[in-house]
């Protein structure tokens, strides 16, 4: 079942609570992409995104930079000509446009919803109290934050 998140700081923390799943959905076409972001094991502060179709596609990374004022990222996605499916070319470059709208300019691109699917954002597990499915992370995963 799909849970919407509408605050901007729910999704911000749901994106790199490393281990999360979600759909956006374009609100004029009714076309839904589902991605996966899940934390290196191996790089610090680096999360890997991945779209979900048949299988797992693997179409960039987001890296965090930590400074003493805030966080601020990059996303690097593969340029257009590596990916030759054209839902991996969309969906990467739909994924560049969420991830700067919601980290530089504080808001969702015009026309997209944000849906997490019942899941953790941190450790995966189905969430069943209301307060965690608004928010999309679990209750014990919250206050270890």
């Given at each position: 079942m799909l849970?919407?998140?509408?605050?901007?700081n729910n999704i911000k923390t749901f994106i790199l609570g490393g281990n999360c799943?979600?759909?956006?959905k374009n609100i004029n076409s009714g076309n839904t992409l589902d991605f996966q972001i899940i934390k290196s094991k191996v790089a610090v502060d680096r999360y890997n995104i991945t779209l979900k179709s048949t299988h797992f596609e693997y179409i960039g990374c987001i890296k965090t930079y930590n400074n003493l004022a805030k966080t601020s990222l990059s996303v690097y996605c593969y340029p257009n000509e590596?990916?030759?499916?054209?839902?991996?070319?969309?969906?990467?470059?739909?994924m560049y446009k969420l991830t700067s709208f919601l980290f530089n300019q504080n808001k969702l691109p015009e026309g997209v919803e944000?849906?997490?699917?019942?899941?953790?954002?941190?450790?995966?597990?189905k969430l069943t109290d209301l307060n965690s499915i608004n928010s999309g992370i679990g209750k014990k995963c919250a206050e270890n934050e």
């Open positions: 849970h919407q998140l509408t605050d901007l799943e979600f759909v956006l590596k990916l030759t499916d054209e839902k991996l070319q969309t969906a990467s470059k739909v944000f849906y997490h699917i019942g899941k953790c954002c941190k450790c995966g597990r």
